[in-house]
């Protein structure tokens, strides 16, 4: 932050309002600017996990897929969207600022909702009904220019919905100054309310646009999708004035390729025996304003390389720019270690976003055969099961930022409670735990319907088993807590971890774990069926609809083991990461980013 006199007192460096003018500490950014974010968010996520969570149903009720093939491809569509989430921060970081890729996003979901809306809306777009009923009938499955249409209307709002989670996160924590201890101590508390109003949004969505799918009719419910994310369009407009804008700095993985090139083109020069001698620039890089400077680490020495002075020494002498696929900065250098040094730590998060995907298609699948009543009159319908674990968020979100985290401050002395690899940890040993229930109760609702004589049951037309759906709210509610922890955990790590000029990109990354999850999920799926193909008279474990006859309980266990193999693989590798260090202010910032 700039310190001259008058009004330059006050501006940011590189930072600019909406119209392009220098930001403003004391006019711009803080709490009420993080206001419009929280409210994008809780309409964009109230629309997409209510389609998120029902599309098997849409999937397999409307359009006549298998069960399989409209959990794969659920599963394949929420993995695309979070996937391209690395595409929004990467456009966000280098040519669009964060508010613009913001605002095109959402536009372009808008587009996505109408096109599914009005498919939902004319008959003559969608397959004819089918009477399951009446053996003897073919059900026709959507194909030809009507799948077209379909797939035209889920993959725009998987660019959108993509984008937005690729910089919204970071426009809001841009507005606290990680300078400024004050404000840095908001950036946690930030993104808990960040994860409160997706909880609040998804409690929306799971419950009142679920409900108006299922009994008004696909139409209306994606009406009222359309009319929630027309609603966050007008939500992050309307705080265009309050925002801190960071300016894009250019491609960040060009800066990261340039280390690899000049590394190896100086891989044959002996390193020199003090690091202070490696080239960095102390006034101001070239091309690259307003960048932190990165100390020194001596993990991958062999990057090190790409900041050897030699030829380009004269250029420097002569004050001319050296060549970036020669020569590069030590804080370039770090720029890529850092970069290195978090794939791990992201691969280790893939395996329980596998372990969440089974709530959104397996567990509705169960939820369906089994009693939703409560009370006489209103039967929960099995998409909005989510609602328990989601509920419990929104109670739990601010008890975790408001007690857990001050108390927890005072033994650690850590600014968030807890290091946020700490808190990845503990919500990875919480899925561990949540997926043993699922597994446990899959066991007994397989009992009860064989007990009945309901093992060859057609959930929805005939009368469910004897067993309520909230036994099922356990393995929710220790998912939701795991995704609590390590959701919010990781996003925060990567932010505040990542160089200032990808961390829009960075903060992607937790996104991104969801979305190989939910591919991995598909890919697993797959695998299995293939590997129990002869072992069980359905071809597979999980092949065919009715689920009573799979087995479902031996995948959970399948997956409990994985996730605690997964967990001792996080060890190694959190305790191995070393934290960035800004020159200068060491010491701070591995506080901030432990």
């Known amino acids: 932050m700039s310190k001259s006199k008058g009004s330059d007192e006050y501006e940011l460096e590189g930072f600019v309002d909406w119209r392009g003018r220098p930001a403003r500490k004391d006019r711009h950014g803080g709490i ?61 970081d280098a040519y669009l600022n964060r508010f613009q890729t913001n605002f095109f996003s959402v536009c372009i979901e808008l587009i996505g909702y109408a096109v599914l809306l009005i498919q939902a809306h004319y008959g003559s777009l969608k ?10 009938s073919v059900c026709e499955k959507v194909s030809g220019a009507k799948a077209v249409m379909l797939f035209v209307g889920l993959y725009l709002v998987a660019i959108g919905s993509g984008g937005v989670r690729g910089s919204l996160p970071p426009l809001g924590a841009d507005q606290f100054d ?34 108006v799918m299922n009994n008004k009719g696909w139409d209306a419910g994606l009406g009222f999708c359309l009319a929630a994310v027309f609603m966050a369009t007008l939500g992050i407009v309307a705080g265009k004035s309050t925002y801190r ?56 020495e062999f990057l090190d390389k790409a900041a050897i ?42 395996l329980l976003s596998t372990g969440l995907a089974q709530l959104q298609t397996f567990s509705v699948s169960q939820g369906l055969t089994m009693d939703r009543s409560m009370g006489k009159h209103f039967k929960i319908p099995a998409p909005s099961l989510a609602i328990i674990p989601l509920l419990f968020l929104v109670i739990l979100t601010p008890i975790y930022d408001r007690i857990f985290v001050p108390v927890a401050r005072r033994f650690t002395g850590h600014e968030a409670g807890i290091t946020h690899l700490q808190r990845v940890g ?51 509610f ?36 969801v979305s190989v999850g939910f591919f991995l999920s598909s890919v697993l799926v797959n695998a299995v069926n293939s590997a129990t193909r002869n072992i069980t008279e359905s071809h597979g474990w999980l092949r065919g609809n009715n ?18 193999i997964n967990f001792f693989n996080y060890l190694f590798w959190s305790t191995w990461y070393k934290h960035k260090k800004v020159a200068g202010i060491q010491e701070d910032k591995v506080s901030v980013g432990a």
């Open 547 to 564: 689920l009573n006859r799979n087995h479902l309980d031996l995948f959970y266990w399948l997956l409990a083991v994985l996730l605690l």
């Open 478 to 513: 220790l998912f939701g807590v795991a995704d609590l922890f390590t959701l919010v955990g990781t996003m925060e790590f990567f932010y505040s971890e990542a160089p200032e000029r990808m961390r829009s990109m960075s903060t992607a990354f937790s996104y991104a774990s």
């Open 309 to 350: 002075l030699r030829g380009d020494s004269s250029k420097l002498e002569n004050n001319m720019e050296p060549s970036g696929w020669r020569l590069c900065t030590v804080t370039q250098v770090e720029e890529a270690k850092i970069l290195i040094r978090m794939v791990p730590i992201f691969a280790s998060t893939i």
């Open 426 to 476: 503990v919500g990875l040993v919480l899925a561990v735990i949540a997926m043993c229930i699922a597994a446990v109760v899959e066991v007994k609702r397989k009992h009860v319907a064989k007990e009945n004589g309901m093992l060859d049951s057609i959930p929805i037309l005939m009368p469910p088993i004897p067993m309520s759906v909230f036994m099922l709210g356990f393995q929710f």
């Open 245 to 300: 804008i960071r300016i894009p700095g250019g491609s960040p993985l060009t800066r990261i390729i340039q280390v690899f090139v000049a590394a190896f083109r100086n891989r044959k020069l002996s390193l020199p025996e003090n690091p202070n001698d490696l080239y960095e620039v102390h006034d101001k890089e070239a091309n690259i304003i307003h960048t932190e400077k990165l100390a020194h680490t001596n993990q991958f």
């Open 127 to 136: 397959p004819p009904p089918c009477n399951l009923l009446d053996k003897s």
């Open 32 to 92: 009420h600017a993080t206001f419009f974010v929280y409210v994008m968010q809780i309409f964009e996520i109230l629309a997409f996990l209510a389609i998120n969570i029902n599309l098997v149903t849409y999937f397999n009720g409307v359009m006549h897929m298998e069960l399989s093939d409209a959990a794969t491809m659920l599963t394949n569509f929420v993995g695309t969207t979070l996937l391209l989430s690395l595409v929004g921060g990467f456009v966000s």
């Open 178 to 211: 990680e300078k400024d201890p004050k404000e840095r101590r908001k950036i946690s508390t930030y993104f808990n309310m960040l994860f409160l109003s997706i909880a609040v949004g998804s409690s929306i969505g799971v419950t009142v646009v679920v409900w």
